[in-house]
T-cell receptor
Framework: KNQVEQSPQSLIILEGKNCTLQ??????????LRWYKQDTGRGPVSLTI?????NTKSNGRYTATLDADTKQSSLHITASQLSDSASYIC?????????????FGKGTTLSVSS | DGGITQSPKYLFRKEGQNVTLSCEQN?????MYWYRQDPGQGLRLIYY???????QKGDIAEGYSVSREKKESFPLTVTSAQKNPTAFYLC??????????????FGPGTRLTVL
């Protein structure tokens, strides 16, 4: 069964600290992996998209890594800010499937406190 | 100002009523999608449309209906047959539903509550 598991479920960190969110998937075959940021009550916004051949991709203070062999991805946030408080969703895409290709994780809720 | 808009932001429905959620995009995208998000759950696909006048059921289509009469618009109707409609509804669009590296852009969402 195609699944995307994220950990931890929730995380609280102090402003300025770094953190790493984890994503394990059992999706096969695999096309690409995406990380989205979703603020409370808003729609998700894309942070990174990686194909199976990419190991790392950065977007400002956000760095995503991918190990296609172990089927693990991580999202590292550097020097956290209060505005980083949000849910972070890992999404894995199946290839060649129109419309139904995305498998969503349940998300990690990050709270950054001052 | 390009993007996806959803209205209303909040919607209240009495049991037995049908309600329609609006989704409009001016990104010139061919594909549009409707997802449902429940607390502690991943997004689930309700319906998607690859082209005008065509749409396909997703994983949880029962109790919902859609239309795609214009490229820009993809309204979702939550019917009285949907047993548990209280949720956060997200509309998305992408250039083409068939491309693997196809980024989906999401609207701001509509929160539906059944009274």
């Amino acid at each position: 069964k195609n699944q995307v598991e994220q950990s931890p479920q929730s995380l609280i960190i102090l402003e300025g600290k770094n953190c790493t969110l984890q994503c394990n998937y059992t999706v096969s075959p695999f096309s690409n992996l995406r990380w989205y940021k979703q603020d409370t009550g808003r729609g998700p916004v894309s942070l990174t998209i990686m194909t199976f051949s990419e190991n790392t991709k950065s977007n400002g203070r956000y760095t995503a890594t991918l190990d296609a062999d172990t089927k693990q991805s991580s999202l590292h946030i550097t020097a956290s800010q209060l505005s980083d408080s949000a849910s972070y969703i890992c999404v894995v895409s199946l290839p060649n499937q129109a419309g139904t290709a995305l498998i969503f994780g349940k998300g990690t809720t990050l709270s950054v406190s001052s | 100002d390009g993007g996806i808009t959803q209205s209303p932001k909040y919607l209240f429905r009495k049991e037995g009523q049908n309600v329609t959620l609006s989704c409009e995009q001016n990104l010139n995208h061919d594909a549009m999608y409707w997802y449902r998000q429940d607390p502690g759950q991943g997004l689930r696909l309700i319906y998607y449309s690859q082209i005008v006048n065509d749409f396909q059921k997703g994983d949880i289509a029962e109790g919902y209906s859609v239309s795609r009469e214009k490229k820009e618009s993809f309204p979702l109707t939550v019917t009285s047959a949907q047993k548990n409609p209280t949720a956060f509804y997200l509309c998305a669009s992408s250039i083409d539903a068939g491309l693997d590296y196809n980024e989906q852009f999401f609207g701001p969402g509509t929160r539906l509550t059944v009274l």
